[in-house]
């Protein structure tokens, strides 16, 4: 379920997120429609990978995200974009976590991250947008370590 954030003016961009699955080796030798159930299908385990991989992050860092995930390819070598963004009052929270934090140990998924710089920012609109992509899906993920996030009132998504 997508919970907005209550401010968005109030988040960060800290990573942008490049999730892969396997690469399709029959590809070519597939018909337009199962071309077309293809894609739909890759996006779907897609979007999922980026929703479990933003859960074990929030809770191995401690920190409220919100992910916008855009872009992508979904035929031979799918893959899909992401930038997560973290609360102001969390950032140094995040910086002082995200150090120790293991990729290797996620073996489930198969990314790669880099640090947010403004040189991904290009123009008025980041990396993703400038691409064009006009799909796009918005996942926010609650670390629930606060008594109130646990009771269901998270101070940073509504």
């Given amino acids: ?23 399709l080796p029959n590809w070519f030798g597939l018909s337009s429609d199962e071309k077309a ?18 859960g074990v992050l929030s809770r191995r860092v401690k920190c409220h995200l919100d992910a916008t995930a855009m872009g992508g390819r979904y035929d031979r070598n799918p893959h899909l974009h992401s930038i997560l963004e973290v609360p102001n009052d969390e950032l140094g929270r995040f910086e002082s976590r995200i150090g120790s934090f293991k990729p290797e140990l996620m073996t489930r998924f198969d990314f790669d991250f880099v640090r947010w710089s403004p040189i991904l920012d290009g123009g008025g609109g980041s990396y993703l947008y400038v691409k064009n992509h006009p799909e796009h899906e918005r996942f926010s993920f609650c670390p629930r370590q606060r008594t109130s996030c646990r009771k269901g009132r ?3 998504f509504s």
């Fill in 1 to 23: 379920m997508f919970r907005r954030p209550k401010n968005e003016e109030l988040f960060t961009p800290v990573l942008f997120v490049t999730l892969t699955r396997p690469n």
């Fill in 37 to 54: 159930g293809v894609r739909i299908l890759q996006r779907k385990r897609l979007c999922a990978d980026v929703r479990r991989f933003g």
């Fill in 154 to 156: 998270c101070p940073h």
